[in-house]
């Protein structure tokens, strides 16, 4: 398996939260949300997924299948000697977690997904819906062979993350660049497609999304109810993009915290 890297807040006794990034961040991404819980009392853990971290960097592109990191999931939890967590997941995040919550229905208390829905709605979306299509696009280019999209990304320099700071955006790009790190990042792409993920979600479910999300259409968002059975509850953030947990940070929070209240 491997060891993941990690950042951590909170009391070690109190209640247990994993948060997952997306691309191109890594667990540094929920920085502000980790003061917060920490601050509530809660004991959360956002660790850079596999292929971000160095001591889990496999080679070969199928080791990035969606499965696998789920399955760090459950061994993250395992390894922390947690039996029950709450998850939050952003992004590729996002689709590990709403997986990993209906696997693991009797560990996972709740659910928060921000940006991506649930992926038999992202699937469907992208089968049908053309705005998604288009939406989607950059995904293609992100599946040329290495080192193409490697080559072009590391060309261009830090990434401009709307409410990122830039130190931060520099940081991403210093650890990106470190050999091996950028192509296992762009590995989750190579490896998947979003099919066959139809477990419809049973635990508490807060999804946060927004209206001005590039890659993300509305449809997805709108038919994710359909995937959940348990309590459900969105928010769509007006005039919002896509790195929500930056650009709307107290409001994300703010909605984790509420949401967490709610879960006992």
């Given at each position: 398996m491997g060891t993941f890297d990690a950042?951590?807040?909170g009391?070690?006794?109190?209640r247990k939260v994993l948060l997952l990034h997306g691309f191109p961040e890594f667990g540094i991404q929920w920085e502000h949300q980790l003061l917060a819980l920490a601050a509530a009392g809660y004991r959360a853990v956002a660790p850079d997924q596999r292929g971000y971290s160095?001591?889990?960097r496999p080679a070969r592109i199928e080791d990035y299948q969606l499965d696998h990191a789920v399955t760090d999931v459950r061994a993250m939890a395992d390894s922390l000697g947690w039996r029950r967590f709450d998850l939050v997941g952003h992004d590729w995040g996002a689709a590990v977690a709403w997986i990993a919550a209906a696997k693991y229905s009797r560990r996972v208390r709740s659910l928060t997904a921000v940006s991506v829905p649930h992926l038999g709605a992202f699937a469907e979306a992208l089968r049908t819906d053309p705005a998604q299509q288009f939406a989607s696009e950059y995904m293609d280019r992100f599946?040329?062979?290495?080192p193409i999209p490697e080559d072009i990304i590391l060309a261009g320099g830090p990434p401009k993350l709307t409410g990122v700071p830039?130190?931060?955006?520099a940081e991403?790009?210093?650890r990106l660049s470190q050999p091996g790190a950028l192509t296992a990042a762009l590995n989750w792409y190579r490896a998947n497609d979003f099919t066959g993920y139809t477990q419809r979600v049973a635990v508490?479910?807060?999804?946060?999304?927004?209206?001005?999300d590039p890659m993300v259409a509305q449809s997805g968002i709108n038919a994710t109810r359909n995937w959940v059975t348990g309590p459900y509850r969105l928010e769509n953030l007006v005039g919002i993009g896509h790195t929500i947990p930056a650009e709307a940070a107290e409001t994300t929070t703010a909605l984790i915290l509420e949401h967490l209240a709610t879960c006992r």
């Open positions: 950042v951590a807040a009391p070690r006794n109190g160095p001591g889990v599946r040329q062979p290495t830039p130190e931060k955006c991403y790009f210093r508490p479910t807060l999804f946060i999304a927004s209206t001005k």
